[in-house]
């Protein structure tokens, strides 16, 4: 059974950097077929992407955030990482690392996550 | 701000039928598939519905999702209470280049 498991600071200063590291257990990172991404969830909110890798190293990237994320896997390790720079208050949320899926030959980023890590509260303050 | 628009809240007896709609625009729901999720308090979601007919092993098929252009909806048969939960509906998004989530609909069972 695939499992995936969210790690990183749960308390990040304003204007630092966030960063949170996934686990993958139970599959291979590198498999041809999934893609693996972030969500994000503020408290009593909705539902944010905030960008997905390819075992490769292809990204996609939420425009909005762009400009301060980057995301790494590594494939040794079994993991995927991301880093989102000069945070602030809003930056504050749950984050969900997760799997796209794959169905009928149907893969890659416009696919649904059908796996997903239990998410971890990252709060920013000073 | 979202590019998917949802109702904030639903609501039915239980055995009642609740839709959830879902309005976008051609980038999105126009040109792509349609996913729906269900969140229930305190976890993390779950995909209910992909590509309108592909359910998950273990999703009841009292849920049933459609399209029409840029819109969607969801539709919640004989609904139990255990379907008390957050639904948000999602697609890629082709001028993002991006994959985008509804604002999200709370169903509650009265």
């Known amino acids: 059974q695939l499992q995936l498991q969210e790690s990183g600071p749960g308390l990040v200063k304003p204007s630092e950097t966030l960063s949170l590291t996934c686990t993958v257990s139970?599959?291979?990172?590198?498999?041809?077929?999934?893609?693996w991404g972030w969500v994000r969830q503020p408290p009593g909110k909705g539902l944010e992407w905030i960008g997905t890798i390819y075992y490769s190293g292809s990204t996609y990237y939420n425009p909005s955030l762009k400009s301060r994320l980057t995301m790494s896997v590594d494939t040794s390790k079994n993991q995927f990482s991301l880093k989102l720079s000069s945070v602030t208050a809003t930056d504050t949320a749950i984050y969900y690392c997760?799997?796209?899926?794959?169905?009928?030959?149907?893969?890659?980023?416009?696919?649904?996550?059908?796996?997903w890590g239990q998410g971890t509260l990252v709060t920013v303050s000073s | 701000q979202s590019v998917l628009t949802q109702p904030p809240s639903a609501s039915g007896t239980p055995g009642q039928r609740v839709t959830i709609s879902c309005s976008g625009s051609?980038?999105?729901?126009?040109?792509?598939?349609v996913n729906w999720y269900q969140q229930l308090p305190g976890t993390a979601p779950k995909v209910l519905i992909y590509s309108k007919i592909h359910r998950p092993s273990g999703v009841p098929d009292r849920f049933s999702a459609s399209k029409s252009g840029t819109s969607a909806s969801l539709a919640i048969s004989g609904l139990q209470s255990e379907d008390e939960a957050d639904y948000y509906c999602?697609?890629?998004?082709?001028?993002?280049?991006?994959?985008?989530f509804g604002t999200g609909t709370k169903v509650t069972v009265l």
């Open positions: 999602a697609a890629w998004d082709d001028s993002l280049n991006g994959y985008v």
């Open positions: 997760a799997r796209h899926a794959s169905y009928s030959g149907n893969y890659g980023p416009t696919v649904p996550f059908d796996y």
């Open positions: 139970g599959g291979s990172i590198r498999s041809t077929y999934y893609y």
């Open positions: 051609s980038s999105n729901i126009g040109s792509n598939a």
